[in-house]
């Protein structure tokens, strides 16, 4: 029998069974995967986390409603959930403070989370990130309004791709199959109902609350991303005082697949600094 390389360990995690991925020692990095039907942590971070485990301890989970990680009865898939479970997986690994690497929804969550919990948030890199109240694209309503198919997953995957040989056969099947794994799609169905605009904002902070933020704060950006726009990390750049953009050219959604090598050096050198 094959190992599932997207299962790591089960960490209870404030009574959620946590799916969670622990390599390296370190300083504490934990990362935060996106928003996409069939993501799991190893599916976003599989080719950042032993690039990063050399010099860091990484923490990447499956956030509860998402991958392998428990997904309650009745669960009200909300920020303050998300918060909630990922400073309760923090706790139950025993780490007082943390940097953070989200990408896209987990941008937003992570900056959720610099908000409400500043001492315990380092660093932060924003990936392709969400955070501000910007209009919706077609692209990120077709992610959130996916419908299982072999066909529409392909669709996902070119759109998140500039590079479109990234969308290989295999990548498909490996997302759709996890896509329809029992009781995965009534969970993600769940969490972006149309209409969807109010997902974006549920995503955003207070420009007063990010003005305020006092995180060293890295924000990297595909400029060729039909998911996030790229307008939305200039204003991130413009309202957090701390921070630094880099916009990587001929590149997507997928800026940790696409631009593995260099993204994986420019952040760890960030983190270590």
Not at 71 to 100: N, Q
Not at 131 to 149: M, N
Not at 202 to 217: H, S
Request: hydrophobic share 40%; proline share 5%.
């Amino acid at each position: 029998m094959t190992e599932n390389p997207e299962i790591g360990e089960s960490v209870d995690a404030g009574g959620i069974a946590t799916n969670c991925h622990d390599m390296g020692d370190g300083p504490s990095v934990l990362l935060l995967h996106g928003s996409g039907p069939g993501v799991t942590a190893w599916a976003n971070w599989r080719g950042v986390l032993p690039a990063l485990a050399t010099r860091f301890r990484v923490i990447a989970p499956d956030m509860v409603g998402f991958g392998y990680t428990d997904r309650p009865t009745g669960a009200d898939y909300t920020m303050d959930v998300w918060v909630k479970h990922a400073v309760d997986l923090l706790d139950a690994l025993d780490i007082e403070r943390v940097s953070i690497v989200g990408n896209s929804f987990g941008g937003g969550l992570a900056l959720a989370l610099a908000v409400r919990y500043p001492a315990r948030i380092d660093r932060l890199v924003l990936m392709g990130s969400s955070g501000t109240d910007f209009e919706i694209t077609p692209g990120l309503d077709a992610v959130w309004g996916y419908e299982p198919s072999h066909e529409n997953m392909r669709q996902l995957i070119e759109l998140f791709a500039y590079d479109q040989s990234i969308a290989t056969d295999d990548l498909v099947r490996m997302r759709y199959d996890a896509s329809i794994r029992p009781g995965y799609q009534e969970s993600y169905a769940s969490m972006f109902p149309a209409p969807r605009q109010r997902h974006v904002r549920a995503l955003a902070r207070d420009e007063d609350a990010l003005r305020a933020l006092d995180n060293e704060t890295l924000i990297v950006h595909g400029r060729e991303d039909r998911i996030i726009p790229l307008e939305s990390s200039i204003r991130l750049f413009d309202l957090i005082p701390r921070s630094q953009l880099h916009v990587f050219g001929r590149c997507g959604h997928w800026t940790q697949i696409e631009q593995n090598a260099r993204f994986c050096r420019l952040i760890a050198d960030f983190l270590a600094e």
